[in-house]
């Protein structure tokens, strides 16, 4: 790795950061391009695809509901390409809105072991006490120096000599964004 001697050595070298972080978003650009494409030609495919088995699932599902009772002594029923069964499982609901109200409600009544008690700290809070107070608390405040460079890419293009303004490689994030939100959408899709 080279070093740098002097403040023109570190002006050129910031001018190629500023080249490379040009590179750099010309690369996110066309991997954003050809993630659009990909999602335009497999999109509808896989769409069919989990619509056809969340049918499929569903005439599974209503034959099985309709034979329960043949699932009362075993809860499951492994078949030649997979397993069926019903599991119970059990849940707790509490009427939206009323959280606090059933709160109250248990700890009136003497459940108070049902109610969980959070407690955090604050670091904005603690931030606003002195030294001293904070090393009562064993804790202590750190400061740090972030360094920060910020090349100018308007300036490095230009001296490039080439005609490589930010716009001209652009993505189309609402397009994309777009095709995006329409396959989180999709029926059946798993994370």
Known sequence: MKTLDTW???DATMEEMGRTDLEIAEVEADLGRR????????????????????????????????????????RSRQLTFGKIAFRVAEKIEIPSGLE???????????????????????????????DVDLA???????????FRIEPNIELACGEAGGDHAPAAFSVDLERLS????IREAEPGRTA
């Open 8 to 10: 023109p050595d570190v």
């Open 35 to 74: 993630l659009y494409d990909l999602i335009n030609v497999y999109g509808g495919r896989l769409s069919s695809l989990r619509t056809k088995r969340s049918g499929l699932e569903a005439l599974i599902a209503a034959y099985c509901l309709h034979r329960k009772h043949e699932f009362a002594r075993k």
């Open 100 to 130: 606090g109200t059933v709160i109250a409600t248990l700890k009136r009544l003497g459940f108070g072991d049902c109610v969980e008690v959070r407690e955090r700290i604050d670091r904005s809070a603690l931030r606003k006490l002195p």
């Open 136 to 146: 009562r608390c064993g804790v202590r405040r750190v400061r740090e120096d972030h």
């Open 178 to 181: 777009g095709a995006v939100k």
